[in-house]
Nanobody, 119 residues
Framework: HVQLVESGGDLVQPGGSLRLSCTASGFTPGRYCMGWFCQVPGREREGIAALDRDGVARYDDSVRGRFTVSQDKTKHVLYLFLYDLGPEDSGMYTC??????????????WGQGTQVTVS
């Protein structure tokens, strides 16, 4: 049974930075690719950063150059480094695991999310 648990969300000032973590359990490394989604009230959840199964990082245009996605050597922890945060980055950040070669809009597993507020 795959479980994804996010942490690291916080209230930060504009221009600040954060590191989000997503720890996976019940998880076979290499079987899933993982990524981060962000949802703000009134809007659909959007994919913002992901690692393909072959390790290629992909970013939404809104975060490219400011956010970095990475994974630890065990591939059980997915990180998202957020820099130069602005109020538009506020939202619930959720980790996902997908059995496809790339993270899709409908991954197999979701975490509960961690809240990022920039104010």
């Amino acid at each position: 049974h795959v479980q994804l648990v996010e942490s690291g969300g916080d209230l930060v000032q504009p221009g600040g930075s954060l590191r989000l973590s997503c720890t996976a359990s019940g998880f076979t490394p290499g079987r899933y690719c993982m990524g981060w989604f962000c949802q703000v009230p009134g809007r659909e959840r959007e994919g913002i950063a992901a690692l393909d199964r072959d390790g290629v990082a992909r970013y939404d245009d809104s975060v490219r150059g400011r956010f970095t996605v990475s994974q630890d050597k065990t591939k059980h922890v997915l990180y998202l480094f957020l820099y130069d945060l602005g109020p538009e980055d506020s939202g619930m950040y959720t980790c996902a695991a997908d059995s496809n070669p790339r993270v899709t809009a409908i991954p197999d597993y979701w975490g509960q999310g961690t809240q990022v507020t920039v104010s």
